[in-house]
């Protein structure tokens, strides 16, 4: 109570002033129809502004929501697509379909680590053993390769990016199939190199890179990117710069393929 009355002897005037501006303020509003019509104009201002701003947060987040959804949308119609069928988070795979040979099934995982500016570039995701995912599966997005999956633990997995100057994929022309190996060379996280076409093939500038097939992990015709410079080199191969489709600096959802013929063919295949 003391406390109080000190305070208040303190600061007396400054209270007494601030009582009379609110007095002043509230006779102009009462009295005044030009005063009154610029407060509830103020007024109507400054709550539109705080509507806005958490009308803004709420679209945020319905955003991110909306997104989820239809990247489990997308999953969905791509194991539609290869009749094989799962659920949200487990797959259940049953004896296989002999008749349709459904060859691969997607699952869809966010990313929630990734890295563009090392040599060797990881990115990790939200799905592990417990949904199926193991090591050496394809992980692609919407708008092409991502990567390939490394560690994998109960409920994430380590993908060894494609901006990893370790990662190499067989990839071709798309307009002719001539193939060759795509790796990264440390440079630019938008571009990739693609070597071994042989120098007799026509090359035009925006040719689509896509990739092969010959490997167990990805399918064919997955994207990779556009022809954006070709050369040849010691007058035999090309060496292509390609322009990748996907961007890595905004990765959020992804997919990851599993090859349900692939351990058939690792042993035939497997000639050493």
Request: charged residues 20%.
């Amino acid at each position: 109570m003391r406390n109080l009355l000190r305070f208040l002897y303190k600061y007396y005037f400054f209270l007494f002033f601030l009582i009379l501006e609110v007095i002043a303020v509230s006779m102009g509003i009462q009295y005044s129809l030009y005063q009154r019509a610029r407060f509830v104009s103020a007024t109507e201002n400054i709550s539109a502004f705080f509507n806005e701003t958490i009308s803004s947060f709420s679209d945020y987040f319905q955003l991110v929501e909306t997104n989820r959804k239809l990247s489990l949308e997308n999953t969905r119609l791509k194991n539609q697509l290869q009749r094989v069928y799962r659920s949200d988070d487990l797959f259940f795979i049953g004896e296989q379909d002999t008749l349709h040979r459904q060859k691969y099934f997607f699952t869809s995982a966010r990313v929630i680590n990734n890295s563009v500016n090392r040599m060797h570039n990881y990115l990790t995701i939200d799905k592990g053993r417990k949904q199926g995912i193991s090591p050496e599966m394809g992980v692609i997005c919407p708008e092409g390769i991502v990567g390939i999956t490394a560690g994998v633990t109960k409920n994430f997995s380590s993908v060894i990016s494609l901006l990893n100057i370790n990662f190499h994929v067989s990839a071709k022309l798309k307009k002719n199939d001539y193939f060759g190996t795509l790796s990264w060379d440390g440079q630019d996280y938008r571009r990739a190199i693609l070597n071994d076409i042989p120098y007799h093939v026509s090359i035009e500038l925006g040719d689509t890179v896509v990739t092969s097939g010959f490997s167990a992990i990805f399918p064919e015709g997955i994207m990779i990117g556009t022809v954006e410079k070709a050369k040849v080199v010691n007058g035999n191969f090309y060496t292509i710069v390609v322009k990748l489709s996907t961007d890595f600096k905004c990765l959020v959802y992804v997919d990851v393929i599993s090859n349900l013929q692939k351990k058939e063919r690792k042993k035939l295949e497997n000639y050493d």
